[in-house]
């Protein structure tokens, strides 16, 4: 079945640094990736996502790149900020036989991440 | 006001006691899910349901049960609560484009913390 493994948190930086989280997944076909973030007290929301191999997801100063030959979709910001302390979710949506999602998401078990000031 | 409203936001039960959790929303989405969080687990699948007539069963769905009183609202119920049923508990909603298609973000409620005795 399908899988999604994020690096062991919780991540802790200073503000200003660069940030990486990575994630990898498994999946039959090509599945959509997508990373979400959870602010404290908050549900999750859409950060990014992409859809192929290749495409670049960017928001919010965040960037992921779909690579299908290392089957990883690895979260970065260059310059993180307080306001980022949150917990970040990989994901991916499973593609049936006819090329198109049931729009089902498999999440990775989240990384904690807390910017100092 | 939140488009994915759940009740209660938290609730404290004792084992054995029926509990459900409603979901409402004002997306006008055909889809709603349930999705369990765990620290250390990411959120899990328990059912979903693509319209009204048409609910299924996701990963984790033993011990749970599901109503769609309407196309807004998506209820899950916990027939005979148990402690490891404590958990953060997510509606979400997603919109499809043809019967079969959905872009796979999902819009989340804010959870309910759901403690079992």
């Known amino acids: 079945g399908n899988s999604v493994t994020q690096m062991e948190g919780p991540v802790t930086l200073s503000e200003e640094a660069f940030l990486t989280i990575n994630c990898t997944y498994t999946?039959?076909?090509?599945?959509?990736l997508f990373w979400y973030v959870q602010y404290p007290g908050e549900g999750l929301q859409l950060l990014l996502k992409?859809?192929?191999?290749?495409d670049k997801g960017s928001n919010k100063g965040f960037e992921a790149t779909y690579r299908k030959e290392t089957t990883s979709f690895h979260l970065e910001k260059g310059s993180v900020q307080v306001s980022d302390s949150a917990v970040y979710f990989c994901a991916l949506s499973e593609i049936n036989a006819g090329g198109t999602s049931y729009g089902k998401l498999t999440f990775g078990q989240g990384t904690i991440l807390t910017v100092h000031p | 006001d939140a488009d994915v409203t759940q009740t209660p936001r938290n609730r404290i039960t004792k084992t054995g006691k029926r509990i459900m959790l409603e979901c409402s929303q004002t997306k006008g989405h055909d889809r709603m899910y349930w999705y369990r969080q765990d620290p250390g687990l990411g959120l899990r699948l328990i059912y979903y349901s693509f319209d009204v007539k048409d609910i299924n069963k996701g990963e984790i769905s033993d011990g749970y049960s599901v109503s769609r009183q309407a196309q807004a609202k998506f209820s899950l119920s916990l027939e005979s609560a148990i402690p490891n049923q404590t958990a953060l508990y997510f509606c979400?909603?997603?919109?499809?484009?043809?019967?079969?298609?959905?872009?796979?973000?999902?819009?989340f409620g804010e959870g309910s913390r759901l403690t079992v005795l």
């Open positions: 992409a859809t192929k191999a290749d």
């Open positions: 979400a909603t997603s919109v499809g484009d043809r019967q079969y298609y959905s872009t796979g973000e999902l819009f």
């Open positions: 999946a039959t076909g090509y599945p959509s």
